[in-house]
């Protein structure tokens, strides 16, 4: 049976695979090897194992991280003047820089046997989200040497030589390092790089030394201007036969002390305005030592194997970190101020519209937050999840930039008068530098997230991929004759659990034990879990390569699996909080959108699909009734906005690590408004019910007289007028022309 089955089945279909399998290109390779997958697998198998999300249970630091929180990143932000360091100085002041280095900032990651702090990836989250909050140049700053750079590059895969030496001195900051791989021609294809080593011997430290000839024009790099210590990725070649026949050794990492003679170091970028040190570098025929290879010799050619396992995990801590602080901080801020600014009498944020943005920045900031507590905990486990990494990064940053739009939009005027007073127009500026920097989210989308997912989660397509390309043709036709029954069962189940799913609404699909009333949810991600796997056999099957290169039908169906990985992590946060009822409104809002997103982007995949009888079929197998779900209802949207606008358990656990400013400081002044105003709420009530709504004197004095408030209250009403007038203030400088005088 099984010998007529490889004669007649599996033979035609391993033609048919290698006709139809998409080209990878080396470097498209060793990303999608690198990392590994994780509950993405979960959610691109037609039925997640809720079990393996929920178990995991919250993150957590320890004593010694919790104490760094409260104590040197607490003095840090005290420390920090944004606008001083962004408009005025352009820089970071050298009492920071030294407070950095002392208290092993640059450290974070480092383990504590090489001086360094030796946090958890939860802990590095943390630290980084809390310094964002006050100053994006120096969250950055803070984040790059923990994030993808010499450091990591070090304990992963350095020599102990090599870690000796270096991981002490980075972490106490006699080295600062930055890593080169961005150049004019390459950024993200890394197979366009020219920056090129050559292999030869050379004179070094008075003797005949093994090394490499290197020429690079690298830009963009962020701490480039005060490195000491270069991370470099370049071609390395061989022409000359001196290691071997191989002429073309592949992509190589190496560490440059950036006063070896032949390294010029560029003036600075100025990126968006921000104050961080970022800036180009050239290397003209720089001999560099073999034993410099980050890893030794031994290591040559795998530099892009190297970075892009740093990515696995770096990604998605070090931007979501500052997105997830830039959306606290737009929830908590904007929520005080929609309270205390009034027009018509009575608090913006009682305004429909406004309302429902403020919904919308609570909503990301929820679900931000979740997903990055779930994403860390993961990487505390020793995990490195690819795709979920870069989902991260991609949506993190795109829901910041959402999230402090609408914030700006709410508070207009406030917001776009540059001066100290001003918490939220430096984060907006920041804003595209996030989103391009370590993959520009196009890219990310079009091609990483889905292209990455459908191979890497897929239960037995890689390993068909694999069989196809085996250059042992018998051998191929085995492994494939083997995964064949396997993988028609599982299209069998998928097709049955999509259809009916889709069919039934979810109304069936299963859900865990004791999640209550939030089962509902759990049975729709399991609908669209299912309708995802269905939907991504089909489109293999029918476009095969072309769906490489169809990037929009590919976008959308990894805004899909991005969505389930959002929204799962939504869920669990909520059930590991102890699923608090005042939350309800944040879990249902973000839920909502999830869902409606999710219906959008499937819809519009069937009617793009490039065979339209195909996705004609796929529709009305799947989404037979249309959009099924609504957006979040205005009732719904009100009662968000109401959980940024009062005080309580849900406000702060939402915002939990914004930095409040120091006294006196835009957002603290804010803040002590909104305290205020709340404080003296039934006040307030009382002189609305006798028609007196305005915040002032004349008001005041006439509640007075009429008796509706006590001399005590009055006092207090005034002290209430005068922080929120302060709070609505906007800076405002002389006039910088003579003309203007």
């Known amino acids: 049976m099984s010998n007529l089955r490889q004669k007649w089945i599996t033979a035609p279909l391993l033609k048919w695979i290698k006709k139809v399998l998409p080209p990878i290109s080396d470097t498209e390779r060793e990303a999608m090897e690198a990392g590994e997958v994780w509950w993405d697998a979960q959610l691109l198998s037609g039925k997640p194992d809720w079990d393996q999300l929920l178990n995991m249970g919250p993150p957590e630091l320890t004593d010694a991280e919790q104490a760094f929180l409260d104590g040197p990143v607490e003095e840090l932000c005290k420390m920090v003047d944004d606008w001083k360091i962004s408009y005025e100085d352009h820089d970071i002041s050298p009492e920071i820089w030294e407070f950095l280095k002392k208290n092993r900032f640059f450290g974070i990651i480092i383990p504590e046997e090489f001086g360094g702090l030796g946090f958890s990836p939860t802990a590095h989250a943390q630290i980084v989200t809390k310094i964002s909050t006050r100053s994006t140049s120096v969250g950055v700053t803070v ?159 795998r530099g892009w194997h190297m970075l892009m396992s740093a990515l696995a995990a770096g990604r998605g801590i070090s931007l979501p970190s500052l997105s997830t602080g830039g959306a606290k901080l737009a929830a908590r801020t904007t929520g005080a101020y929609a309270h205390i600014r009034e027009q018509f009498g009575i608090p913006i944020g009682k305004f429909e519209g406004v309302q429902r943005r403020l919904a919308e920045i609570a909503a990301i900031a929820y679900v931000l937050d979740s997903a990055h507590m779930t994403t860390t905990r993961a990487l505390d486990q020793g995990r490195k999840p690819a795709v979920v990494s870069a989902i991260m990064k991609a949506h993190a940053t795109n829901g910041l930039r959402q999230a402090i739009n609408d914030a700006m939009d709410i508070h207009a005027g406030k917001a776009i008068m540059d001066g100290p007073m001003n918490y939220l127009g430096n984060v907006y500026r920041a804003v595209p530098v996030a989103i391009t920097v370590e993959g520009a989210n196009i890219l990310t989308r079009s091609l990483m997230i889905f292209g990455q997912g459908a191979i890497r989660c897929h239960p037995y397509l890689l390993q068909e991929m694999e069989a196809a390309t085996n250059e042992d043709e018998a051998e191929g036709l085995k492994q494939l004759d083997a995964l064949l029954p396997k993988h028609v069962l599982f299209q069998f189940k998928t097709f049955c659990r999509a259809v009916f799913h889709g069919w039934t609404g979810g109304l069936f699909a299963s859900s865990p034990q004791g999640v209550g009333s939030a089962a509902k949810y759990y049975r729709q991600m399991n609908r669209y879990s299912a309708v995802l796997t269905l939907v991504t056999e089909i489109s293999l099957m029918v476009l095969g390569g072309e769906l490489k290169r169809k990037e929009l039908i590919s976008a959308r169906l990894g805004d899909v699996l991005s969505e389930l990985y959002l929204m799962s992590a939504t869920l669990k946060r909520f059930n590991d909080d102890g699923s608090p009822a005042s939350d309800r409104p944040l879990l249902e809002f973000a839920m909502r959108a999830g869902f409606h997103n999710i219906e959008v982007s499937l819809i519009e995949v069937f009617h793009n699909f490039p065979v339209r009888f195909v996705g004609q079929i796929m529709q009305f197998l799947t989404m037979p009734w249309g959009h099924s779900i609504r957006a979040a209802s205005d009732r719904q949207a009100r009662a968000c906005a109401d959980l940024i606008m009062k005080p309580g358990d849900t406000r702060d656990r939402l915002t939990r690590g914004v930095f409040l400013g120091n006294p006196g400081d835009g957002i603290d002044i804010v803040e002590q408004a909104f305290i205020s105003s709340h404080q003296t709420e039934s006040i307030r009530n009382r002189m609305r019910k006798g028609g007196l709504r305005a915040l002032n004197d004349d008001a005041i004095d006439a509640a007075l007289e009429e008796k509706l408030i006590s001399e005590d209250e009055a006092k207090k009403i005034r002290a209430t007028a005068a922080a929120v007038n302060k709070a609505i203030q906007v800076d405002h400088y002389e006039s910088l022309s003579p003309a203007g005088r």
């Open 143 to 301: 984040m790059v040497p923990n994030s993808l750079g010499p450091g990591e590059l070090l304990m992963a895969h350095g020599t102990e030589a090599q870690k000796n030496h270096y991981l002490p001195r980075l972490a106490d900051g006699r080295e600062i390092p930055c890593f080169g791989l961005t150049s004019p021609e390459a950024g993200s294809d890394a197979a366009s790089m020219v920056d090129n080593g050559v292999v030869c011997y050379q004179e070094y430290k008075g003797e005949k030394t093994l090394g490499m000839r290197v020429n690079w024009h690298k830009r963009y790099i962020t701490l480039g201007p005060v490195a000491t210590i270069l991370g470099l990725a370049f071609k390395l070649y061989d022409p000359d036969h001196i290691l071997g026949e191989e002429e073309d050794l592949g992509i190589t990492v190496a560490l440059v002390p950036t006063d070896t003679p032949g390294v010029k170091i560029g003036q600075r970028h100025l990126p968006a305005l921000q104050a961080f040190m970022n800036g180009p570098n050239w290397g003209e025929d720089v001999f560099i030592p073999m034993d410099w290879i980050i890893g030794g010799q031994e290591n040559i050619g």
